[in-house]
Nanobody, 119 residues
Framework: QVQLVESGGGLVQAGGSLRLSCAAS????????MGWYRQAPGKQRELVAR?????????DYAVFVKGRFTISRDSAKNTVYLQMNNLKSEDTAVYYC???????????WGQGTQVTVSS
């Protein structure tokens, strides 16, 4: 099994920056890709960004964060980061880290971290 621990959320003014971290432990060899979803009040959870594991790195972003957010990973630490720049009030949400299993496709979720952007 994989366990995920997130950190880095908080309150920031519009135009500011935050960096989220997601540390994976346990059966990390079974991870296909990791990334971040977010969920705002009254809205569905939506994909923000993802990054593949292994020797070839592929990243993918939601259109609403392209050019502002950057996902990266430190394989030695089994940690994925989400650098969020030029934050907007509409980025306010709970951000959830996930890890996808190679064999089953099952998603493991982190506990979520609140990001609040004040205008």
């Amino acid at each position: 099994q994989v366990q995920l621990v997130e950190s880095g959320g908080g309150l920031v003014q519009a135009g500011g920056s935050l960096r989220l971290s997601c540390a994976a432990s346990g059966s990390t060899f079974s991870i296909d890709n990791m990334g971040w979803y977010r969920q705002a009040p009254g809205k569905q959870r939506e994909l923000v960004a993802r990054i593949t594991s292994g020797s070839t790195t592929i990243v993918d972003y939601a259109v609403f964060v392209k050019g502002r957010f950057t996902i990266s990973r430190d394989s030695a630490k089994n940690t994925v980061y989400l650098q969020m720049n030029n934050l907007k009030s509409e980025d306010t949400a709970v951000y959830y880290c996930y890890a996808r299993q190679i064999v089953t496709g099952e998603l493991t979720w982190g506990q979520g971290t609140q990001v609040t952007v004040s205008s």
